[in-house]
């Protein structure tokens, strides 16, 4: 009976062993993935590239951007596998890069991860702070769409042409000027404790986007028609509750709150969050200021409220109306970059779990009650697929564990570095030489998330299948602030 019992013994002490050696292992994967993540916006970066820049296969790029238009527009980001520089889609980053901050700067810290987080965000801001140049002009797209894209070629020897455009009091767009004042603000709170002047910079920007926004409404593409097959806005009074509730945490004061408890228009319950309806993200703002007591638990409150947590009830399969998983476990939104989606609902309940937590507090769903715990169980569970937990074993963050996507769709990491042969690449002929070469990319976009399976849980990994295989620097952004709280 001794033998048998130590054996026992041997075999729990064993086990945990194993068990300890795997939540290791998953704790180094979500540090290296935050680490990741990060590094994947110093490769989408546009213009004059720092002395620390460290994914050393890139180079200068965009130096001209700006000029003929009589502006200086360079840096910024590329916004995905292209290089247009796409002003609604990187403002929309920002606010997500900046919001992790605000939650996860502590823990970004402990992760020695903070201050590569505020300079991604700062090569952002200080774009667009050059794309500001009066209270009711904004620069909001760099590049053509469509002769961009008709080209393969890399972004340090673009011959496209880059032509600037702008929205003004006569060719208004509410939309990116709230998004942008939204990323400003957000950015101004992240900002406030290492660099107090550079806060205040940020935040006066953002208020008079804001009112741009706000006294000269309309649709940005139909002010800069281009733009409408690539990022068309479905709408901005979305936005525009996105730009008053972040610039009332900047601020506190109540003139924005007022606007935001005024508006009437709570959103309902969304289907997604996202560069383009930002409902989601407003109402579990909105929520904190009940949890917080900064706002009565009734009336518009209440309903903003209920519609986000609604929304995370969705996610948690304890809605009316849940959204789809794939069999693997993954939430599916959407055949095309449907990570990008997953991301964001992710931080949304990663960060109203925490909410929830200081108050100890529940949500209650149809399908029963949720505790804050059931929150970031469930933004694991997306993690840990998106990570390689999955039917195809595959890591779905590029440079991420030993099986991930080789073939990304994103012409600087599909051809090989200028630094390493510098031999021009043609406009066309980057087609032939790289686009349709059948073999891993040279340079590994490190970090990149890219779109992901499909419904079935299935990836091809083939730079011909943007739906799957293009990443954006939207789809990453969320996953900074989830990573630094579960790593």
């Avoid at 609604?88 to 919001?99: D, I, N, Q, Y």
């Avoid at 794939?326 to 991301?343: H, M, R």
Wanted: one cysteine or more; glycine letters at 10%; aromatic letters at 10%.
């Amino acid at each position: 009976m001794a033998s048998s019992s130590s054996s026992i013994v041997g075999v729990l002490v064993g086990l945990g062993v194993v068990l300890a050696h795997i939540h290791g292992c998953l704790g180094a994967d979500y540090k290296a993935a935050l680490t990741s993540s990060l590094l994947f916006y110093e490769a989408q970066r546009s213009g004059k590239l720092p002395h620390d820049q460290r994914i050393k296969w890139r180079g200068d790029s965009g130096l001209q951007d700006g000029k003929a238009s009589g502006i200086d527009l360079v840096g910024g980001y590329y916004d995905a596998g292209d290089h247009v520089k796409f002003g609604f889609p990187m403002a929309f980053t920002l606010t997500m890069l900046a919001w992790s901050v605000v939650e996860y700067g502590p823990q970004l810290g402990a992760k020695h991860e903070l201050q590569n987080a505020l300079t991604a965000i700062k090569w952002g801001t200080d774009y667009l702070l050059k794309a500001h140049p009066e209270p009711n002009v904004l620069y909001v797209q760099v590049g053509d769409g469509d002769s961009d894209h008709g080209c393969w070629m890399r972004p340090e020897e673009m011959t496209t042409p880059r032509p600037a455009y702008k929205i003004d009091a006569q060719h208004p767009g509410s939309d990116v000027a709230a998004e942008s004042a939204a990323a400003l603000a957000a950015a101004s709170i992240a900002f406030k404790a290492s660099d107090g002047r550079y806060s205040s910079k940020l935040l006066g920007h953002a208020k008079q986007l804001f009112e741009f926004a706000r006294n000269h409404q309309g649709l940005y593409q139909n002010s800069v028609p281009g733009v409408g097959q690539f990022y068309s806005s479905s709408g901005f009074q979305d936005e525009l509750l996105w730009a008053a509730v972040w610039l009332y945490r900047a601020t506190g004061d109540r003139a924005y709150l007022d606007y935001l408890g005024g508006s009437g228009n709570v959103g309902g319950t969304r289907t997604m969050f996202s560069w383009d309806d930002k409902f989601a993200g407003v109402q579990i703002l909105a929520a904190k200021l009940v949890l917080d007591g900064k706002v009565q638990a009734s009336g518009v409150w209440s309903d903003f409220k209920s519609q986000g947590e609604q929304f995370l009830c969705s996610c948690l399969q304890k809605g009316n109306n849940n959204f789809r998983k794939t069999t693997g476990g993954l939430l599916y939104f959407a055949d095309w970059n449907n990570l990008q989606y997953v991301t964001t609902a992710t931080f949304l309940a990663t960060v109203y779990s925490d909410y929830l937590a200081a108050k100890h507090a529940p949500m209650q769903c149809v399908g029963g009650l949720v505790q804050p715990s059931d929150l970031i169980s469930f933004a694991k569970s997306q993690m840990d697929y998106i990570l390689g937990s999955n039917p195809s074993g595959m890591s779905y963050m590029v440079g991420l564990g030993s099986k991930y996507p080789t073939q990304v769709h994103h012409r600087g990491a599909s051809i090989v570095s200028i630094k390493t042969n510098p031999t021009p690449v043609e406009c066309k002929a980057g087609f032939d030489l790289w686009f349709h070469k059948n073999a891993p990319n040279p340079n590994v976009l490190t970090g990149a998330v890219v779109g992901g399976p499909n419904i079935n849980d299935q990836y091809s990994d083939t730079r011909t299948n943007y739906n799957m295989a293009e990443t954006g620097t939207a789809n990453a952004a969320p996953f900074v602030g989830v990573l630094a709280r579960l790593a």
